[in-house]
């Protein structure tokens, strides 16, 4: 039973603890995202502006009220009370005034200003709970001033209002106001935190995820370096060509092998392979059955149809073409375009559309598009086989689709008119 008295602290103590790690897991799990798009930085940041005073007053709050039913006289209650000038609560209720006005400002910041690309972005679990969060951080806040106020007013508000009744009794409501106050901010920290796990659990579990965990495998070599006489006969003759660049660059092709992904080549990766990553940069690795097409799969996979082209060996034709029907798998089915990675299931099918591209951007951001169809125009030109033509002709319809009334091109297609990536792009090889 004189556990029972300690429930509330505990709960307001424990639940303050379960607000900052969820802070702390929130800023490091996403960290990766928080520059993808505009509207995150502001998102998050008043977030963090609601709920770490949550969190900070919930554990104060479950102390202090440890320590009182420890100490169990009403003297030190009443002792405090008089210790507290009405200036600290004057100061707690503009502090969370202040704290409500930050949160709306950040609001106004992120959902305000970038309505229309929130719209498009972001997925709808996380919309919902960003919403639920601000709502639920903003009641919560609500409480915490209204019962700063009545500390530092509700004894004479109270006093004026109920003449007739004594001082004990008073004191009483008093109490027994604070106290409803306490459960609901309790039950309601409670209920966000159980959602706030739910839609965690639910898109950890349902949705494919963005950024790989785990360490990846140096794969063996895909075949042995060329012994004997060369394909190309011409290759073999040391006065025409220097055999020590030529053995070193076979080597160079070989060992690149050892990266090849899915049919297709990261951006970069650390020597033994344990890392791989593309534009977003070693904080979200590829997956590896994930390859990148802004300076991976396209650059590297055409240096070996230019070695065919040289050494008509058919290994490095294979290889060739295992990159080019990567880049088949992953081109949007409905639009044509490329994105920055691409990732396909075990049977070799491709994500459709991409995990971090629910909104089927095509991509002429770093020469993403045009270095995937230059590559495939290469390859047909070699192969001269139809489905490498079809995807040509897939991606010119989706060119054809975004370009401007000026003759121009977005950096990405499928923003609102007004957002940066909707403009016409000459850097960064948009236009080339």
Known sequence: MEFKKYLGSIFD??????????????????????????????????????????????????????????????????????????????????????????????????????????????????????????????????????????????????????????????????????????????????????????????????????????????????????????????????ELVNQTILSAFEKALRNMTRFQRAGGFPRGATIDNSLAWSDRGKGCPLFPNEFSMQGGTALVAGVYLDMYRVEPNPVYLNFAKNAADALLAVQDEVNGGFYYDGRRFENGDGYQPHPRNKNRHAILDDNVMQSCMDYLLDIYNVTEEQKYLDAINHGFDCLFDIEKPGGGWPQRSNYPDYSYPSYVTLNDDSME
């Open 13 to 238: 103590f424990i639940l303050g603890l379960l607000v900052l790690a969820a802070l702390v897991y929130a800023s490091v799990e996403f960290s990766s995202d928080f520059t993808d798009t505009p509207y995150n930085i502001p998102l998050f940041i008043g977030i963090l502006i609601l709920y770490i005073p949550i969190a900070v007053i919930s554990i104060i709050n479950g102390l202090l009220g440890i320590k009182e039913l420890r100490d169990q006289q009403k003297e030190q209650e009443t002792a405090f009370k008089e210790r507290s000038s009405g200036k600290l609560y004057r100061f707690l209720t503009f502090f969370y005034l202040i704290v409500l006005l930050g949160a709306l400002i950040c609001v106004l910041l992120s959902f305000g200003v970038y309505w229309q690309q929130i719209l498009v972005d972001m997925d709808e679990p996380i919309f919902i709970g960003s919403v639920a969060l601000y709502i639920g951080g903003a009641f919560w806040l609500v409480l915490m001033v209204s019962e700063s106020y009545f500390k530092m007013n509700g004894d004479s508000l109270l006093v004026r209002k109920e003449k007739q009744k004594d001082k004990q009794v008073i004191e009483d409501r008093a109490l027994n106001y604070r106290s409803r106050i306490s459960k609901i901010q309790s039950y309601f920290l409670i209920s966000i935190l159980i959602t706030t796990m739910f839609g965690a659990l639910t898109v950890e579990l349902a949705a494919p995820k963005t950024c790989f965990s785990g360490t990846g495998v140096l794969a063996d070599y895909a075949y042995s370096l060329p012994s004997g006489a060369h394909y190309n006969a011409s290759l073999d003759d040391s």
